[in-house]
């Protein structure tokens, strides 16, 4: 019904290449993410489809229908934007029914969404008010409003809760996820976080200087990194990528040379928290910072020139100054080709063992 | 010791504001003082001068003043009217629409800026009397009308209007007049109010080129009017004179001291000083 699908989207602005060859679908009724750093595209892919930017080559369907050269208007969508675009001189009402007037909606029909709308998003005392006199989350729901009002199917999202503090974003965050899946909405949200897209995505795609990463369930993304980029930028904290040298490869016992009369480079992805600190085996790490975090605690060691961060359960008695040894499982190892960062399928189960 | 001098600062810009201030109060009350005083006390000062309003009712009669205030407000109506239609839609094209030599066409725009009206006197008489329109209020307005000044306080307004706005109307299908009328319009209120103090307080008080292009009561404005009635030929009365000052002026310093604050504030929102 209303499933998305870009082909070869490229987007350039004169000689600069913001998006190359991007290829993904969304199904019906999916929560996909799209995520990166800034800059990485994901935001100019969400205006593609949205229609707000050209395409310099590819389409865009939404629906089984070619909309690459339609405009916004005509592609069925509603966007929330980042800083909410509320009309400050419009009330709470009015600014969810802009849309609707700008449509042409019947003035009964108009009251009976608003009411709807306002009652689902605990807006209905508020409704008189001008934006500037209500909190952040409050005009955050105004602009989620707008889009259920408009009641199309596919919901395009720029980084909506990015002006919330830490805790209203992961209410507000819940609440969108749980309207989407009620309103059954293809929803495509944009972010540079990786828990919010972790905690809502059906799917997550990582987008990197204007190419995909990778497209999967958060899940995929987590325990199979398909570059070491993905590994360093999802999970909190990040994966450590470590170049194989002497001191941890002479330190793992239970880690025997693998690609031994190889030529290639390679990366060694590991997990903080599926490193332990073990007795007497195991790479050698000098603690430079500690930081506790309640449910847990990050340790940050020295071996030699890199820096490795492992997480363990609530407090310990671990200090600065202290020497450690680090250990791990063979089947937590991640390796990736050193030259391009992409994942070595099976090579470490397979040389490892 | 850094107290002191800012509290010298201080003290000195207070009473430069009050220097200049009185300054500026003089004449106002010298005008007030007068008409209403009879004749006699124009000139010299005593507390308890009898007071009288014969002045202005002889000043209404002598002259046509219903009908120069008329014109005047129809005037001020008319250029601000068609310089809030033209400014609008110049300043929407600059602030938002790329187009060729844009920027060549806007800079022709800001030159109009720096060419005094009174340059193109003769010019523009030329102009209007090939126009047909000599001795019209249209002919007073219509070189006003496009103002150089209204566009670019316009195209500056609406370029802070956030671009998300424009683009949640643009998925909502609201057209390119749509989104001027709906969006952008709305947004620059305070930049309006304040432009339209400027026009009609220049326009109200504008005098040369009315002077030249009017020859009749059916088109003259409050000011050519005021300097006919006040001009030596027609023997000077100070009293009427300045009867006929005050109710010239008095329905724009009545606005001013009734809406001071909100004038105040659209300036500083529109960010004129």
Redesign the interface.
């Known amino acids: 019904m209303s499933k998305i699908i870009l082909n070869d989207v490229c987007k350039s602005w004169g000689k600069i290449e913001a998006l190359n060859n991007i290829n993904f679908e969304c199904e019906n009724g999916e929560l996909l993410v799209l995520l990166g750093p800034s800059g990485c595209g994901k935001s100019t892919t969400l205006r593609l489809i ?3 930017e050209t395409l310099t080559s590819g389409t865009v369907e939404i629906g089984d229908r070619d909309v690459s050269n339609l ?4 592609r069925n ?3 929330v ?5 509320l ?3 419009l009330n709470v009402g009015e600014n969810i029914l ?2 609707l007037k ?2 042409k909606v019947p003035k009964n029909e108009q009251k009976k969404r608003l009411e709807n709308a306002a009652t689902l998003l605990g807006l209905a005392d508020f409704i008189d008010r001008k934006p500037a006199q209500l909190s952040g989350g409050q005009r955050q729901r105004i602009a989620l409003g ?1 889009a259920i009002v ?1 009641q199309v199917s596919v919901c395009l999202m720029d980084e909506p809760l990015s002006n919330l503090d830490a805790k209203l974003r992961q209410e507000m965050r819940q609440e969108i996820r749980s309207l989407q899946q009620r309103l059954k909405m293809t929803m495509i949200y944009v972010t540079h976080d990786q828990v919010e897209a972790m905690t809502i995505a059906d799917k997550i795609i990582l987008m990197k200087e204007g190419c995909i990463e990778q497209h999967g369930t958060p899940e995929d993304l987590y325990d199979r990194p398909a570059t070491a980029f993905t590994g360093s930028f999802i999970g909190n904290p990040p994966m450590n990528i470590l170049t194989p040298d002497d001191l941890i490869l002479d330190g793992l016992p239970s880690f025997p040379t693998p690609l031994a009369g190889s030529t290639i480079r390679y990366l060694l992805g590991i997990r903080p928290e599926n490193i332990e600190i073990s007795g007497e085996s195991g790479i050698e790490g000098l603690v430079v910072a500690i930081e506790y975090l309640g449910a847990d605690t990050l340790i940050v060691c020295r071996s030699g020139e890199q820096l490795i961060t492992l997480t363990v359960k609530g407090k310990t008695g671990v200090s600065v100054g202290d020497h450690l040894r680090l250990n791990w499982k063979p089947e937590h190892i991640h390796l990736f080709n050193g030259e391009d960062g992409r994942r070595i399928e099976g090579l470490a189960g397979g040389l490892i063992s | 010791m850094k107290l002191l001098e800012i509290g010298i600062g201080k003290t000195a810009e207070t009473l430069g504001a009050w220097m200049l201030g009185l300054l500026w109060l003089l004449p106002v009350v010298f005008a007030f003082w007068s008409a209403f005083h009879p004749a006699e006390y124009s000139t010299n000062f005593e507390l308890f001068a009898p007071l009288t309003t014969d002045n202005f009712v002889r000043a209404w009669s002598y002259a046509p003043f219903p009908r120069y205030l008329l014109n005047t407000f129809i005037l001020v109506t008319l250029i601000l009217a068609a310089q809030f239609v033209l400014c609008t839609l110049a300043a929407y094209g600059f602030a938002r629409f790329e187009f060729f030599g844009k920027n060549v066409i806007f800079a022709l725009v800001l030159l109009q800026l720096m060419i005094m009206p009174e340059i193109l006197l003769v010019e523009n008489y030329r102009t209007i009397s090939k126009m047909g329109l000599l001795d019209t209020i249209p002919a007073i307005g219509l070189p006003y009308m496009a103002s150089a000044f209204g566009i670019f306080l316009l195209r500056q307004s609406f370029k802070t209007i956030p671009k998300e706005l424009v683009e949640a109307a643009q998925v909502e299908g609201v057209s390119a007049v749509g989104i001027l009328w709906k969006v952008y319009v709305p947004l620059s209120r305070s930049t309006y109010i304040a432009y339209g103090l400027v026009s009609v307080s220049y326009h109200w008080n504008n005098f040369l080129w009315p002077l030249v292009i009017t020859s009749s009561v059916n088109s003259r404005p409050l000011t050519v009017g005021l300097a006919i009635f006040g001009a030596p030929e027609s023997g000077v009365d100070w009293s009427i004179i300045t009867a006929a000052t005050v109710m010239t002026m008095a329905p724009l310093l009545l606005a001013f001291i009734l809406f001071q604050r909100q004038f105040v504030q659209s300036f500083m929102h529109s960010g004129i000083k």
Do not use: D, E, T
């Open positions: 949205a229609g707000l405009p916004p208007v005509k969508i509603s966007m934007f980042q800083n909410y675009a009309f400050p001189h802009f849309g700008a449509r707008r408009a």
